[in-house]
């Protein structure tokens, strides 16, 4: 089982981009979805996720200006980024904890997609 980020790259201030962040293996279901970022020099940051359900958090650093949603089969989710902003120049990566059975016995997997270069020129 692994997540796949991509979508990642280099837009002026102001502009959009959309990372997505897909799910693939024999995967039995997924809770929650996060997209992370991490800029040079700082901590890695939550900024988003999203569950089964289809709640969604948005840290303080985004909200309003990204959107996370997931496909109808819930193992891609996409993270609409407008409005961008030079801070927001980060490497961006998602991670999930995919549920699978091996051997009949249900297993949930902390996994983490590779990640993917967002740069917003001023």
């Known amino acids: 089982v692994q997540l796949q980020a991509s979508g990642g790259g280099l837009v002026q201030a102001g502009g959009s981009l959309r990372l997505s962040c897909a799910a693939s293996g024999t995967i039995s279901g997924i809770n929650k979805i996060e997209w992370y970022r991490q800029a040079p020099g700082k901590q890695r940051e939550l900024i988003a996720d999203?569950?089964?359900?289809?709640?969604?958090y948005y840290s303080d650093s985004v909200k309003g200006r990204f959107t996370i949603y997931r496909d109808n089969a819930g193992y891609t989710v996409y993270l609409q980024m407008n409005s961008l902003k030079p801070e927001d120049t980060a490497v961006y990566s998602c991670?999930?904890?995919?549920?699978?059975?091996?051997?009949?016995?249900?297993?949930?997997?902390?996994?983490w997609g590779q990640g993917t270069q967002v740069t917003v020129s001023s």
């Open positions: 999203i569950t089964r359900g289809g709640n969604t």
């Open positions: 991670a999930a904890d995919l549920l699978y059975y091996t051997d009949g016995v249900p297993v949930a997997e902390r996994t």
